[in-house]
C-alpha cells in the first residue's frame, strides 16, 4: 500500500528501514478504537458542515463494516502497512473511493494514536479492575474458612506473634483495594481527549471538539494542543500502577512459595496450578507462583524503559514515542494473565490448620502477652520486658516452652504471677484479645471480612 505522506518524497523508503519504522505489528490491536474514533470524528465534521451528512452517513457506515470484517475474521490486517490507521484509512478509502480521503481533515496521526491509545487503555483497565475484584474475592473466601485458624506473625521473617490466618490474608485484600483505586484515580486523569489538536498546533478548520470528547465518552478535551500530542505520562501512571499490583501478587506469591515448601507445610497448592519435576519424582513446584513473581519485573522493566524513552524527548511528537505501546501492551498481558492465574490458585489450595497451629506453638510468639500480663499487674512496661525475656532465655536452655512453665517457677521470677497466667498466654487468647480496631481479634476479622465482601 503507498504510504499516505509519500507525495514530497522521490525515492520508496528503504526495505529495511520501512520494516524499521513500522508499527502495525502491535498497534493493530488498537484497529476497533480506531475506529471508533473515527467514526465520531466523521460525525464532528459532518456536524460542522465540513463534510456532508451523506459523506458522513458513507463513512460511518463503511468503518462499521469495516469493523464487522476484521471481528469475524473477513477482513484480516495488511502487516505492509505502515500503521494500524493507515490500514484502517486505506482500507475504507478502497471500498468508497475519495469520499474515504476526507475523513482525515482536521486531525494528524499524532493526535490519532494519542486517542486510540487512550480508548484502548480505558477499556483493557476496566477489565484489570475486574480481575483484581477477583482476586480480592478468591481471598475473601479463604479468610472466611481461616479466622480461627492460629498461624505465626512474622517480623524479619522470624516468628513474631500469634495471629489470625484470615488477618494474614486480609492485608493483601487491602493492598489490591488501593491497586483498584490507582488505575482508577489514572483513569480520571486520563479523562480528556486528545483528538482535534492535530499535529500539535491545532487547526485552521472549525472543529467542535467538545463535541467529538463527548462521543467518545471524554468529559473535556485535552486543554492544550501541544500536550495532547506529546505527553505520555498517563501511560507511565498506569505502568506505576500496574507495576504496584505486581509488587503485591509477588509478595503474595513468595509467601504461598514458602508456605508449600516442606519446611513450612502450612498450605498445599492444587495439582491444577503445580508442575512437577523432569527428573525428581517427588516434586511438587509453584511453578504458577513464581512465574507471577518472575514477571514482575518486566512490568517493572516496561515502566523504566517508557521514563527512560520520554526523558529527554522536546516537545511536540517525536516517534520515539512509538515506544509507548509494546511496553504497555505487554504490561496489561502480563497483569492480566497473572490475575486471572492467581484468584483460582488461591482459591484451591489446601490449608494445613494443623501445621500453621504446631509453628505457632514454637519460637515464643506469646512473649509479648506475658510482659503485657505483667504490665496489667502493675510492673513498668520495660521492666516486664527484660523480665519476659530472661524467662524465654530459661525456657531455651531448659528446652520449655511458656506455657509449660509450672506456676512455683514463674513466682520465683514475680510473685505477680498468678494461675490466671496460662489462659492469658493461650493462643487462642493472643489472638482474641487484639480487640484494637483492624486488629487480629475475632471481631475485626469479621468487619474486614464483610468490608472486602462489599467491593
Known amino acids: 500500500m ?37 467514526i465520531a470524528h466523521a460525525s464532528m465534521l459532518a456536524k460542522q458542515g465540513i463534510i456532508s451528512e451523506s459523506e458522513k452517513e458513507s463513512i460511518v457506515e463503511t468503518l462499521g463494516a469495516i469493523a464487522a470484517d476484521l471481528q469475524s475474521g473477513a477482513l484480516e490486517i495488511d502487516t505492509s502497512c505502515e500503521d494500524i490507521h493507515m490500514f484502517i484509512e486505506g482500507e475504507l478509502t478502497a471500498r468508497i473511493g475519495d469520499v474515504g480521503k476526507k475523513l482525515h481533515t482536521a486531525r494528524s496521526r499524532n493526535d490519532q494514536v494519542a486517542l486510540d491509545l487512550r480508548l484502548y ?58 491497586d483498584k483505586g490507582r488505575i482508577q484515580d489514572a483513569l480520571q486523569r ?48 498506569l505502568m506505576s ?3 504496584i499490583t505486581m509488587m503485591h501478587l509477588s509478595r503474595f506469591c513468595e509467601e504461598i512459595i514458602l508456605w508449600s515448601s516442606w519446611e513450612f507445610r502450612f498450605v498445599e497448592l492444587d495439582d491444577s496450578f503445580t508442575t512437577g519435576s ?20 518486566r512490568v517493572y522493566g516496561n515502566l523504566f524503559g517508557l521514563f527512560t524513552t520520554l526523558k529527554g524527548l522536546p516537545l511536540a511528537y517525536n516517534k520515539d514515542m512509538q515506544e509507548d505501546k509494546e ?67 530459661y525456657c531455651i536452655e531448659n528446652g520449655l516452652d511458656l506455657e509449660s512453665v509450672d506456676l512455683a517457677r514463674y513466682q520465683e521470677f514475680s510473685p505477680l504471677f498468678e494461675a490466671d497466667l496460662y489462659e492469658e498466654i493461650s493462643l487462642q487468647a493472643c489472638v482474641n484479645k487484639r480487640i484494637s480496631q483492624g ?17
Not at 207 to 222: I, N
Not at 439 to 455: D, F, L, N, P
Open 121 to 178: 487503555l480505558r477499556e483493557e483497565c476496566a477489565e484489570i479492575v475486574e480481575l483484581i475484584g477477583a482476586v480480592i474475592t478468591a481471598v475473601v473466601g479463604v479468610a472466611e474458612k481461616n479466622v480461627d485458624t492460629i498461624v505465626p506473625g512474622y517480623t524479619h521473617l522470624q516468628r513474631a506473634q500469634p495471629i489470625s490466618f484470615a488477618h494474614h490474608l486480609l492485608a493483601y485484600c487491602a493492598m489490591f483495594e488501593r
Open 241 to 243: 500502577a500496574f507495576s
Open 439 to 455: 486488629g487480629t481479634g475475632q471481631e475485626s476479622v469479621q468487619s474486614q471480612i464483610a468490608y472486602y465482601k462489599k467491593m
Open 278 to 297: 523432569s527428573i525428581m519424582p517427588q516434586k511438587k513446584n509453584a511453578d504458577m507462583a513464581e512465574l507471577i513473581r518472575g514477571k514482575t519485573g
Open 327 to 393: 511496553g504497555i501492551f505487554d504490561s496489561i498481558d502480563t497483569l492480566k494473565m497473572s490475575l486471572q492465574v492467581f484468584a483460582p490458585m488461591v482459591a484451591s489450595m489446601h490449608v494445613k490448620k494443623e501445621n500453621m497451629l504446631a509453628a505457632a506453638k514454637g519460637g515464643f510468639i506469646n512473649a509479648t502477652d506475658l510482659a503485657d500480663y505483667l504490665t496489667k499487674k502493675g510492673m513498668p512496661f520495660r521492666t516486664a520486658y527484660k523480665l519476659t525475656g530472661q524467662i524465654v532465655a
Open 190 to 237: 486520563m479523562d480528556s481527549s486528545p483528538i482535534g489538536s492535530c499535529a500539535l498546533a491545532g487547526t485552521t478548520y472549525a472543529t467542535d471538539r467538545e463535541y467529538e470528547a463527548q462521543l467518545l465518552g471524554f468529559s473535556t478535551p485535552c486543554r492544550n494542543s501541544i500536550d495532547g500530542v506529546s505527553d505520555r505520562d498517563f501511560c507511565l501512571e
Open 2 to 38: 503507498e504510504k499516505l505522506w509519500t507525495g514530497r518524497f522521490q525515492k520508496p523508503l528503504n526495505e529495511i528501514a520501512d520494516a524499521f519504522n513500522a508499527s502495525i505489528t502491535f498497534d493493530s490491536r488498537m484497529c476497533l478504537q480506531d475506529i471508533t474514533g473515527s
